[in-house]
């Protein structure tokens, strides 16, 4: 027996799907499923000795009970360590564990009604690894035109073999704009089977709460499902159910305030073994174009036409982060508590990252879905993520791109690393009209340093393009479809990037990533500002590796914080002046005052002792 979903229209950001009624509601059907298999996934992440689980259920209806209980396996015998209320909107359940054991791996289980027992692996921290990997995903179409009719199997064996520490799903897990819960059901029973063992970071985008677009600002009601106008068109209950499934499991946030409305945040920080992960809402508090900028194409948020001014689009009061996130992320940026190195994680990447849209001959001159836009917003965000050698991680442009990011020039900002989808809906390609320049010998022409169409530095070092055919085909090997990996080198401080193909076995030794992939960047790449000076070279006599933070005492301002391999350290710097120095943590913290720039042929040593 299933519960059958009425047929709709499925809206994406630039076109209409018309799903066959019958097909579509098989797709969001809700199996009638008996009472031990009621449980159909969770989720969970610990942080500083407290984990968060969330529990998805089928609707309980035919069943009184509406409570739960989490127990763990010790010596052999399980335990309870938590209850739950069931909330019927979206039948989820949150537990939170306080005084958690993160040096463990504990055995866990959902239970309820005695008759429904789930169960999985919450991992313990991996502070002794040396290499911490990430699998991340974006995009998650389960309509035949799209590939999303093919089995996710390929994508769950070849993460059984990677074994990642994290899995990161950046956004759009569903892909339709009024039945949020049953398609979440169908990403749990499609991605389960990884999930229960693995912490895992789900986040929200724009689809997933029921709309083309999303400029959430802070809350506001939206009056149409594009979004343009800023602000949320689903009820708020609804956006709370999606809130609820996706996030709840998240660290607790940075600032629980809720936005207008009473609509929840989660912008947080996870660590795992020695990387801190700065997680974001590229959206809540984001601007809507229409009314704000003239319309200048098509939509109110797109740009085709050619005597466009980029700087006049640049509205001063125009957000993208907002002041409570940059704040989060200036705070995060300076504690390297239990860390080595950093990256945030967010719906999608800080520039205008395709050319072509939808279909080929789609080209467009700027899109303000894009968190190219508003470019000072975007300057501010990436020179956040830079202060702390930052990469950044994300999805949403369903192609999967290398940009490393410019704000004053080029490469003086950090690296992003953009995801392809799991099953690609939308079609994008990054086609610029001109060969980009100072390429790697034997580059491609798309690589290199380029304008996006608000007027931001980017250099391109890989894409991976669906095929030029109509529509790029019908199967994922036409539509670029995949998922990535990060892996962080805790010890030598480098990163190193992979995109893969799906219906590929990653073991095998012909399996071959997308063209540029992988890609390997040290740390440090991700504050490529060009310095103009240099402070002496610090010897510094205490443990490996101390935190240092260079404070411009002329601009009052952190330049950057890092925690430095070894004990030696030469800081860059970037005007001639005065600077503080900050080194190490906590009670042997040291500051040194009134260090002067010098040059950076200059070879003078100073010696810190902790």
């Not at 398609?183 to 999930?195: A, H, K, M, P, T």
């Not at 992003?416 to 009209?433: E, K, M």
């Not at 580059?443 to 996006?452: I, K, L, N, S, V």
């Amino acid at each position: 027996m299933f519960r059958i979903m009425p047929s709709l229209v499925f809206m994406t950001a630039l076109i209409v799907v018309v799903c066959p009624a019958q097909n579509r509601n098989d797709l969001l059907a809700i199996p009638e499923v008996s009472k031990d298999q009621v449980i159909c996934f969770a989720l969970y992440t610990t942080q500083d000795n407290v984990l968060k689980l969330t529990a998805q259920f089928y609707p309980l209806d035919a069943y009184k009970s509406r409570t739960t209980q989490l127990e763990v396996n010790q010596g052999g015998k399980w335990l309870p360590i938590a209850q739950s209320d069931i909330i019927e909107d979206g039948w989820t359940a949150t537990f939170r564990v306080e005084k958690w054991d993160m040096a463990k791996d504990i055995e866990y289980r959902v239970v309820y009604d005695k008759d429904a027992i789930y169960t999985g692996m919450i991992r313990h921290n991996p502070v002794e690894k040396e290499q911490i990997v990430v699998a991340a995903f974006t995009g998650n179409s389960i309509y035949p035109g799209h590939g999303g009719d093919i089995p996710k199997t390929d994508i769950v064996e070849n993460i059984k073999k990677i074994k990642p520490d994290l899995l990161f799903f950046s956004g759009d897990q569903v892909y339709d704009h009024t039945h949020h819960y049953a398609y979440w059901l169908n990403f749990g029973r499609d991605f389960g089977e990884i999930i229960r063992n693995i912490p895992t970071v789900t986040i929200p985008d724009d689809h997933d709460i029921g709309q083309g677009n999303l400029w959430g600002e802070e809350g506001r009601k939206s009056n149409t499902a594009a979004g343009h106008d800023g602000g949320y068109f689903m009820p708020v209950e609804y956006v709370q159910q999606v809130h609820r499934a996706q996030t709840s499991h998240l660290p607790d946030p940075y600032d629980p305030t809720p936005v207008q409305r009473g609509i929840s945040v989660y912008y947080t920080d996870l660590t795992i073994g020695q990387v801190s992960f700065a997680i974001i809402e590229d959206r809540k508090f984001k601007t809507g174009p229409e009314g704000v900028v003239p319309q200048m194409g098509p939509r109110p948020d797109h740009i085709n036409n050619p005597d466009y001014d980029r700087r006049a689009i640049d509205i001063p009061e125009a957000r993208l982060l907002g002041p409570r996130q940059i704040k989060f992320l200036r705070e995060w940026g300076t504690d390297w508590h239990d860390c080595n190195m950093k990256a945030v994680l967010s719906q999608t990447i800080f520039c205008g990252g395709a050319h072509v849209h939808g279909k080929i001959g789609g080209r467009l001159l700027a899109d303000m879905d894009s968190n190219g836009w508003p470019q000072s917003g975007r300057d501010r965000a990436l020179a956040e993520f830079r202060r702390c050698f930052a990469i950044h991680i994300a999805g949403d442009q369903h192609l999967a791109t290398i940009f490393h990011h410019g704000i004053n020039d080029w490469e003086d900002a950090c690296y992003s690393f953009c995801v392809p989808s799991i099953a690609n809906l939308y079609l994008r390609w990054w086609d610029p009209l001109e060969p980009g320049q100072n390429r790697l010998p034997g580059a491609p022409e798309y690589t290199g340093r380029h304008f996006d169409g608000f007027g931001n530095k980017l250099t391109c070092f890989a894409v991976a393009n669906p095929s030029r055919e109509p529509n790029g085909g019908s199967k994922l090997t036409t539509r670029a479809a995949g998922f990535g990996i990060v892996r962080f080198d805790t010890k030598t401080r480098k990163i190193i990037l992979e995109c893969w193909p799906r219906n590929v076995d990653v073991t095998d030794p012909s399996a071959h990533q997308y063209p540029g992939w992988p890609y390997t960047l040290d740390q440090t790449d991700n504050y490529g500002r060009k310095p103009i000076a240099a402070l002496p070279m610090f010897r510094i006599k205490s443990p490996a590796n101390p935190v240092i933070q260079i404070v411009d005492e002329g601009f009052d301002e952190i330049v950057y914080t890092i925690r430095i391999k070894g004990n030696t350290f030469r800081p860059k710097v970037f005007h001639k002046g005065y600077y503080t120095i900050h080194v190490g943590e906590g009670s042997s913290r040291k500051t040194l005052t009134g260090i002067p720039s010098i040059s950076i042929d200059d070879k003078q040593v100073l010696e810190v002792e902790l």
